[in-house]
């Protein structure tokens, strides 16, 4: 039985195995992804501001340290199972994945965000090898797109990062809108109005992959959504950017958890939520007065971690000794 379960593997999940490490709990983290780094890893490539003391940087690099923090004191990590019950047990709690397996601890944190983010992806059947050739829901490298014809279909704010982005390298880049005006911040708009190598094609949607081999996508039909007509582009890439579907088994209408519009568990000061000896962090918690930002998530992560330990042992100090004061890292090399 471990001191502390955490139940994803984003921002606040990591920083709750790192602090926990700090007060000296043991851990197991339990993602449902066979990747760390949670939501970040939908934008890789895009910079992330609101980590204080953090330069701008990608949020891949962000994966990257907070993984690394998160290792500091050698934590248990389970890939790519979901978490689908927690129930008391006569001590502590048992935690059930979606392949059966139960994982016992005396307290849980739950960071796993608002659910698995699964992209939507069109709504029209086409042949799955396509996904590992020339259609994207995903980004993993703009350099993969070099002088390329690449048609973005969306109409949210990431998917005008990505148009702004792939114009930098493609060689050109058709973004198409089901309606006659994108939403979002004038910049951002603008800048997409106003690139050159971006042509817009609005009141327009793909109904077909067209392809030659069965391998690759060569063609895509549009159909112009005013005129009821169609028409064919040739792309070397495609690219779905309709936002995700969320997916998180522990939100539902019999839930034991008190939610908040059957999308967050709501905590009190502690952290703990209305199971007790359960604790939420991040996207999953919510209070009066939260903010959704990844600085806020770490913030939760403590107070979290905090109450984990007092109520393992109740004489534990309120709070754990800063970094630089701690045993255990006083003499490490930065």
């Not at 129930?87 to 994982?103: A, C, M, P």
């Not at 990062?161 to 114009?167: F, G, I, S, V, Y």
Request: proline residues 3%.
């Amino acid at each position: 039985m471990e001191d502390v379960i955490v139940v994803g593997g984003g921002p606040a999940g990591l920083y709750s195995a790192f602090y926990c490490g700090l007060r000296e709990m043991s851990v197991k983290v339990i993602e449902g992804q066979h990747f760390l780094g949670g939501k970040l890893n939908v934008y890789k490539d895009k910079n992330v501001w609101d980590v204080g003391g953090v330069a701008p940087q990608p949020a891949k690099e962000i994966i990257k340290t907070l993984v690394e923090q998160a290792k500091t004191f050698n934590p248990t990590f389970v890939l790519g199972k979901s978490v689908v019950d927690v129930s008391k047990e006569e001590e502590g709690f048992s935690v059930q994945t979606n392949d059966g397996e139960k994982h016992y601890a005396k307290t849980i944190i739950l960071g796993t965000g608002t659910g698995i983010s699964l992209p939507k992806k069109l709504d029209f059947v086409y042949p799955s090898q396509f996904e590992t050739t020339n259609l994207y829901y995903d980004i993993p490298s703009v350099e993969a797109f070099k002088g390329k014809k690449v048609i973005i279909s969306g109409g949210n704010s990431k998917s005008f990062q990505w148009a702004k982005k792939l114009a930098e390298v493609a060689d050109k880049v058709y973004f198409v809108y089901r309606k006659d005006l994108v939403k979002g911040s004038e910049k951002d708009i603008d800048s997409l109005m106003n690139n050159d190598s971006i042509t817009c094609l609005f009141d327009q949607k793909i109904t077909n992959l067209v392809t030659q081999d069965n391998q690759r996508i060569h063609s895509i039909e549009m159909t112009h959504l005013m005129e009821e007509a169609k028409d064919y582009l040739e792309v070397d890439a495609v690219f779905i950017s309709h936002g995700v579907n969320k997916n998180n088994p522990l939100i539902h209408e019999n839930s034991v958890f008190d939610l908040e519009k059957n999308l967050h568990f709501r905590i009190d000061e502690k952290g703990e939520t209305s199971m007790e000896g359960v604790f939420a962090a991040g996207d999953a918690a919510f209070y009066e007065g939260k903010l959704r930002m990844i600085a806020e998530s770490f913030h939760d992560a403590i107070v979290a971690s905090n109450a984990a330990k007092r109520k393992i042992d109740p004489k534990a100090p309120e709070r754990g000794k800063v970094s630089s004061h701690h045993k255990d890292l006083r003499n490490r090399e930065i």
